[in-house]
């Protein structure tokens, strides 16, 4: 199998250098007045119709998916669609490369490592989850500019991860956005296609990626058919609703159970918790809470829970359930495992940690017993390793 990634070519004078004049495409999106099927500032024919020339940026899951879906059109040749496919990615620590190379790799499309974006000619430049600045020159290299698939509805969360932030701030509605990019400013180009879908309830970050990177690419395709036509459709985005969605951090994973309900720490679960685990305190010693639960009801009506006092963070061992039950700003977290040194269930923490404290001190209140919350320093290195993480989500 021959497969073509190169390196180290260096990123080649796009649009004709400083002096260029740029595609009548572009000119006409930006309002300069020209049309579709004149020739770029090289001289080149504009296409009016498919197959289009497509060179794709991306990295993560949510990206493969658009490239699976481009890829397939380029394969269906009774459609013609796609003539030529590309694939731009960014450099990995993995040997094996992030998501988007590795499909790329395993269908054999040629591969670049930015900044090389490859000499060939293309007509429309595909943007998901890139996570890169593109330049002016960059976009005009494309007769029909460069799109991108966001999974949000902007201008709700702009920026690096929107569906960490939908799920963290319990929207009940999401969608994707496949607009056109404007040069050193994310998200923030005219909307060509959006649609919306209800977020289902309790949802993961990871299963809402699943659910939208399917729409994306089923939309990136239809926009694709009637490209001209779709940009010439395209509106700007409203004044209104800008909200922003910033990369996490570690200390996003640090539980403050004086001041964050039920409800707010399970969302934070549900959106992070497949890249970093949520954190806390326990005698000074970082423990990582693995699998949280909801608390039934009837668990509620215990008198252990109900006949005593008891503080955020206080833990307390819940036997006929095996789970451990913790005490947050407005009620209890049930969490069934945790990493202390190593991967612990409830009940191997309760026989370890737990029961051997109460026979030290005998005397000692559930009160004492507690988790506290955990303040990280801010280390450049930390923050490094969790943007790495996030590229596997967006």
Known sequence: MRVLVR????????????????????????????????EDGRGVRVREKPPWRVLFFGTDRFAREALRALHAARENKEEELIE??????????????????????????????????????????????????????????????????HPSCLPRWRGPAPIIHTVLHGDTITGVTIMQI??????????????????????????????????????????LKNLPESLSNGRQQPTEGVTHAPKISAGTSCIKWEEQTSEQIF??????????????????????????????????????????????????????????????????????????????????????YLHSWYQKDSQAQPSQCRFQTLRLPTKKKQGKKIVAMQQCIK
Not at 115 to 122: K, N, R, W
Not at 323 to 331: A, N, S
């Open 182 to 223: 404007r040069p050193k400013r994310f998200d923030v180009g005219p909307i060509i296609k959006q649609e919306t879908v209800p977020v289902p309830s309790k949802s993961t970050a990871k299963e809402l990626e699943a659910m939208l990177s399917k729409l994306g690419a089923d939309m990136l395709i239809s926009v």
């Open 84 to 149: 030529n496919l590309e694939v731009v990615t960014v450099p990995s620590p993995s040997p094996k490369g992030l998501p988007v190379k590795q499909y790329a790799v395993q269908s054999q499309l040629p591969v670049y490592e930015w900044p090389d974006v490859g000499s060939g000619e293309y007509d429309v430049g595909v943007v998901a989850s890139f996570g890169r600045l593109l330049s002016e020159a960059l976009i005009l290299k494309f007769p029909y500019g460069m799109l991108n698939v």
């Open 267 to 352: 969302r934070l679960y549900r959106a992070i918790g497949n890249i970093i685990p949520l954190q806390t305190l326990w005698m000074d010693n970082t423990i990582k809470l693995l699998d949280l639960v909801e608390v039934n009801s009837s668990i509620l009506t215990d008198p252990k829970l109900t006949g005593q006092p008891v503080i955020p963070g206080s833990v307390i061992y819940h036997k006929q359930s095996q789970i451990l039950l913790v005490r947050c700003k407005d009620g209890w977290i049930g969490v069934r495992s945790v990493m202390l040194k190593k991967t612990l269930t409830a009940t191997d923490f309760y026989n370890g």
């Open 7 to 38: 390196r180290g070519w260096g990123p080649r004078p796009v649009g004709g250098g400083p002096g260029a004049r740029p595609s009548p495409q572009w000119r006409a999106l930006a309002g300069l007045g020209a049309s579709p099927g004149g």
